[in-house]
């Protein structure tokens, strides 16, 4: 019999992890497959550990990983991935963000060939502002990913993996990692799943504009050197302005019209100035990451790991 594993990172989820835990029974019963549930605490500071073990009334085989402090949702996306044992793993949010009844109709289209099946939120109750904020980071990273390995906009973690892709991305042990990234590079057959995406019921979004802020930049740089290739283009651009304008100046004081010495000073420096401090801060969050590398930590510790 097919086995699939299902990946449920968890931070603070205790409003609702048992109401996911219904919800992925209901579903996971109307199926005939085995189900492997692999649930990951990063560390939460409320009970969600102690309702996780709920879950072996109404599962056969419960895997429960805490961490021995918080490393990160990426790191407990790993982790879960380094533990299935399944012919393919889904990895999804206790949320009920990613709506488990979704999970039939992603193992049907991996089982018509799709290595990879992802999901795709045409739409999300989400403010105003953070709709803005994503829709600018998601252009900006399509721009700079390669030609071939374009992300496909508002695609989430939710998603199923083939057993191959699982392989590989236990192979890739980078620090600052991106799964949306990472899975993209790996290529093979994917398919894309639309759906809205509900309002989250009970608890609260882990994703703040900090957090937010960070996540974006671990993909950003991480997944592409674009970023730091714009600082020759735009220098070059630069040069070519400042050319121009410097020929400019020249023909207005033979024509006897110099413009005013102290505003131009400060304009140019003001522009010269501010693109040295882009150029090394974006040099500098790449060298963060190399240095982050190099040190060569383990990407998560493990405080305890139960099968239930």
């Not at 931070?11 to 990951?40: A, G, P, V, W």
């Not at 990063?42 to 599962?59: G, I, Q, V």
């Not at 795709?120 to 989400?126: Q, T, V």
């Not at 703040?208 to 220098?235: E, Q, R, T």
Request: glycine letters at 6%.
């Amino acid at each position: 019999m097919i086995t699939i594993s299902i990946i449920v990172p968890c931070y603070n989820e205790e409003e609702i992890i048992l109401n996911f835990i219904d919800e992925l029974e209901k579903t996971t019963k109307s199926t005939n497959y085995r189900f492997e549930l692999i649930f990951i605490d990063n560390r939460s500071l409320d009970s969600t550990w102690e309702k996780l073990f709920s879950a072996k009334e109404k599962f056969a085989k419960v895997k429960l990983i805490q961490f021995s402090n918080y490393f990160g949702k990426e790191a407990a996306i790993l982790s879960g991935i380094d533990e299935c044992t399944g012919d393919a793993a889904i990895i999804m949010d206790p949320d009920l963000e990613d709506p488990p009844e979704l999970i039939p109709e992603l193992i049907q289209k991996w089982k018509n060939g799709a290595e990879i099946v992802l999901t795709y939120r045409s739409s999300e109750d989400i403010s105003k502002t953070k709709k803005i904020l994503k829709g600018i980071f998601y252009k900006l990273l399509i721009y700079c990913s390669e030609r071939v390995q374009k992300l496909p906009q508002h695609s989430g973690d939710f998603r199923i993996l083939d057993r191959k892709v699982i392989n590989y991305l236990k192979s890739m042990r980078e620090k600052t990692r991106f799964l949306r990234g990472l899975v993209n590079y790996i290529g093979f057959k994917q398919e894309i799943i639309s759906f809205d995406r509900p309002f989250r019921q009970k608890g609260y979004s882990k994703s703040s504009y900090n957090f937010l802020y960070k996540y974006a930049l671990d993909s950003l740089f991480s997944f592409s050197n674009v970023p730091i290739s714009l600082i020759i283009k735009f220098g070059f651009g630069l040069l070519f302005f400042i050319i121009i304008f410097t020929i400019y100046l020249i023909f207005q004081k033979i024509l006897g019209n110099p413009l005013g010495g102290f505003t131009t000073v400060l304009l140019l420096i003001g522009l010269t100035s501010s693109f040295n401090i882009i150029a090394i801060g974006l040099v500098g969050e790449y060298v963060s990451r190399i240095y982050t590398e190099v040190k060569n930590r383990p990407l998560y510790i493990i405080s305890e790991n139960i099968d239930i």
